[in-house]
């Protein structure tokens, strides 16, 4: 219970709980976006990872494409 003043003391006990309350979700709160932040962040990886292959793989083929070309007399170089 609050101490006595002019409010009414379910109110100012309403209040107190109400702020108890965030102070105590607070810190799964802040959790809970750690952990979003982290999946995001280890997605974000995934997706350059996935393009540095993919831009690999079309240098790998640009190159076999113009070496094939060069023994086949085909292509210019």
């Given at each position: ?24 979700d ?7 976006t ?29 190159t ?14």
């Amino acid at each position: 219970m609050a101490f006595p003043t002019a409010v009414n003391s379910q109110i100012t006990d309403a209040v107190t709980q109400t702020n108890v309350e965030v102070l105590g979700d607070a810190p799964a709160q802040a959790l809970g976006t750690l952990y979003q932040t982290m999946a995001h962040s280890l997605s974000l990886a995934a997706q350059n990872a996935v393009s540095a292959q993919q831009a690999m793989n079309e240098l790998s083929m640009a190159t076999t494409t113009a070496c094939v070309s060069a023994l086949l007399g085909t292509g210019s170089h």
